[in-house]
């Protein structure tokens, strides 16, 4: 259970928070790269509880600049991109991709004051299939090189989408282990469409043993199952600061998932969610069909709270835990969004299995803490020769008998390092 002021301060991102600030201190993506093409339209985009515009000027080049005019607060995703920049529809003050304001076409000469305008701008890249920005202060940081942005574009794939909670109930869900084994439980033999597994041979129907391990970019989090063969399965997944969850999804060393939980504001927030295989191409049409049978033009689950996230009783047993589909993310949206768009943390009851829960909103406490006594925020990488990755992991796999999950993982790092 949490206090009503951590709770405040664990879910508010608007600018001048706490949280805000700490998740301010990272890139952050805003939209796929297939949302804003060459050539695509200016797009409205919320961020942190901040309304900008997306787009690219006439050379091409990304901006992402306040939504509306500092004229008169037209919005401007309805503007003209010409002339090195995006026009206001309602007096035509022209703005580059930087925020400046380079012509007042309605001010007669000698009256223009572009000068004095300077228009909220925020940096812009784009890396793995993704436009990421950075609205915080000072010199933008490095985007961690994680294997699900820099492999081959045929060997992974960024999709977004919307839940309406606040972005730490998402976070929540992707690094709990214990949820799996009960929401996500599916019929012995049923493989997942997108791991394409069969989860429960390999993790059976026991709760896991669940442990965390801190790290310099957050936390590792063990999930040692019993699996029906007899052996230990263990998924190492991680939590990486401020927002960040790497699941591993049971797919052995073939690859994993990345997942980024950024606030719209506080009470809804974007998923991105990062698909990869180290060796072989991903099925992209097989995933794209799968997410368009999933996700709305809307990128809200088609499951969703106002049609009770469509769930068929007479499935439920045997074939499903939840009754709700073979789409795992739907099943994560029911869990989330029906906790209320801020959960009342003050009115839960957490128990063993919720370690990784508490360890993160701690790790996220403490930050906020160190923050507002002037360090700088954990696990943010500046140069690749002082990169806190070095020690990332992210795989799943059966153990040998003499180990424990923590041994385990040791091994595989010391091999790792050998083999480079
Ligand atoms: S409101 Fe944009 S130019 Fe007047
Ligand atoms: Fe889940």
């Known amino acids: 259970m949490l206090s009503r002021a951590n709770n405040d301060l664990l879910t508010q991102t608007g600018p001048g928070t706490p949280g805000g600030k700490l998740l301010r201190s990272y890139w952050q993506p805003v939209a796929t790269s297939e949302e804003m093409p060459i050539g695509g339209d200016p797009m409205p985009v919320r961020i942190m509880s901040e309304d900008l515009v997306l787009f690219r000027d006439d050379q091409n080049e990304l901006g992402l600049i306040g939504l509306h005019c500092p004229h008169r607060a037209t ?5 003209r991109v010409e002339d090195g920049g995006l026009r206001c529809l309602y007096h035509g003050w022209l703005f580059d991709r930087h925020g400046n304001c380079i012509d007042q076409p309605a001010e007669p000469a000698g ?6 305008i300077k228009h909220k701008a925020y940096p812009v890249q784009e890396k793995g299939g993704v436009i990421w920005t950075f609205m915080g202060s000072g010199e933008p940081p490095l985007i961690p090189e994680f294997q699900f942005l820099t492999a081959p574009e ?3 794939i960024a999709f977004r ?10 976070l929540e ?8 084994t009960y929401l996500h439980r599916i019929a012995l033999g049923n493989r997942s469409i997108r791991s394409g597994n069969d989860v429960r041979s390999l993790r059976g129907t026991e709760m896991p043993k669940i442990d965390i391990e801190p790290t310099a970019f957050g936390t590792r989090i063990f999930a040692l199952h019993n699996s029906p063969n007899g052996k230990k399965y263990l998924r190492i997944n991680n939590y990486v600061y401020p927002c960040i969850a790497t699941p591993s999804t049971s797919t052995g060393d073939a690859g994993y998932q990345g997942r980024w939980y950024v606030p719209i504001d506080d009470h809804s927030c974007c998923v991105f969610e990062f698909i990869y295989r180290h060796a072989q191409p991903l099925d992209k049409d097989a995933l794209r069909k799968f997410r368009a049978d999933n996700v709305g033009p809307d990128l809200r689950h ?7 996230y469509l769930q068929d009783r007479a499935l439920q047993g045997e074939t499903s835990f939840s009754g709700m589909g073979d789409y795992f993310p739907a099943q994560d949206a029911f869990a989330v969004e029906t906790q209320g768009e801020i959960q009342d943390r ?5 128990g063993s299995t919720d370690v990784v829960i508490t360890g993160i909103r701690k790790m996220l406490l403490d930050a906020m803490k ?4 002037g360090e700088a925020a954990p696990g943010v990488v500046r140069s690749n020769e002082q990169d806190p990755f070095g020690d990332f992991i992210c795989t799943s796999g059966f153990i040998n008998d003499d180990e424990d999950s923590f041994t385990h993982c040791q091994r595989l790092l010391a091999e790792r390092k050998q083999a480079n």
């Open 75 to 79: 919005d401007l995703s309805y503007g």
């Open 111 to 116: 009256r223009k004051f572009c000068d004095r």
């Open 154 to 156: 045929s060997n992974r």
């Open 161 to 170: 989408t919307i839940l309406k909670c606040n972005w730490l109930q998402s």
């Open 173 to 180: 869900s992707s690094t709990d282990p214990a949820h799996t």
């Open 302 to 308: 088609v499951r969703r709270q106002e049609n009770r």
């Open 346 to 350: 003050f009115e839960e009851h957490l």
């Open 370 to 373: 160190r923050m507002e006594a």
